[in-house]
Nanobody
Framework: VQLQASGGGLVQAGGSLRLSCAAP??????????MGWFRQAPGKEREWVAA??????????RSVQDRFTISRDARDNAENILYLEMTSLKPEDTAVYYC??????????????????WGQGTQVTVSS
């Protein structure tokens, strides 16, 4: 079972990007899981960005609140199961972004240690 993050790229400050996370053939595995996005900038620790429960409850880090939107697609045949819509991007948003699932939890959790499935990461670079 794997997660695959995509959608990163180079964008100017103020621009937008939409990240996607796929679980080819394994979408059902994560249907009840908390899912989230993390990011890691060079020389920094992995940072929690946003998370969503199976019921649609969301939470965001203060640094992305009101700019990023997390959503999920729970359909059996969904190609992508998790999204992160990013607007009003800033240079400090530059990082590798990872999607992750915490299959043992139903409420939002914030520590990367509690997420047991990870995508490979997608680079987001915001130029000033």
């Amino acid at each position: 079972v794997q997660l695959q993050a995509s959608g990163g790229g180079l964008v100017q400050a103020g621009g937008s990007l939409r990240l996607s996370c796929a679980a080819p053939g394994s979408g059902r595995t994560f249907r009840s899981s908390v899912m989230g996005w993390f990011r890691q900038a060079p020389g920094k620790e992995r940072e929690w960005v946003a998370a969503i429960t199976s019921g649609g409850t969301t939470d965001y880090s203060r640094s992305v609140q009101d700019r990023f939107t997390i959503s999920r697609d729970a359909r059996d045949n969904a190609e992508n199961i998790l999204y992160l819509e990013m607007t009003s991007l800033k240079p400090e948003d530059t990082a590798v972004y990872y999607c992750a699932a915490a299959t043992e939890y139903r409420r939002i959790v914030y520590s990367h240690r509690l997420y047991n499935y990870w995508g490979q990461g997608t680079q987001v670079t915001v130029s000033s």
